[in-house]
């Protein structure tokens, strides 16, 4: 079972930064592929960014140049740096898991394991 501790959502205005942070239990988070999602109410869950066991990271076109992730392999965690937010970035956030050394397409959400609650992030203009 997939455990993932996520932390470091908040509310902001527009502009704003925030870090996200992602403990996974059980598992090394540089073995496999690591990736941020987020869900609007009323929308479906959308992938933000991802990161290959070799540290390659992919973005979601909306969030390129604003959001960073990136892994500590010494703290078995990864991290979402976010900063110039705004309001359409607004969501609950949740970190996740695809049991393979690259990441699937971010569209392809079956593929991925979610274990945590999510951290919400709201952004006001």
């Known amino acids: 079972q997939v455990q993932l501790l996520e932390s470091g959502g908040g509310s902001v205005q527009v502009g704003g930064s925030l870090r996200l942070s992602c403990a996974p239990s059980?598992?090394?988070?540089?073995?496999?592929?690591m990736a941020w999602f987020r869900q609007a109410p009323g929308q479906e869950r959308e992938g933000v960014a991802g990161?290959?066991?070799?540290?390659?990271?992919t973005y979601a076109t909306s969030v390129n140049g604003r959001f960073t992730i990136s892994r500590d392999n010494t703290k078995n965690a990864v991290y979402l740096q976010m900063t110039g937010l705004k309001p359409e970035d607004t969501g609950m956030y949740y970190c996740?898991?695809?049991?393979?050394?690259?990441?699937?397409?971010?569209?392809?959400?079956?593929?991925?394991?979610?274990g945590g609650q999510g951290t919400q992030v709201t952004v006001s203009s």
């Open positions: 990161i290959n066991s070799d540290g390659t990271p």
């Open positions: 059980g598992f090394a988070a540089s073995s496999v592929c």
């Open positions: 996740a898991a695809a049991l393979t050394r690259g990441c699937p397409p971010p569209q392809a959400v079956s593929q991925y394991r979610f």
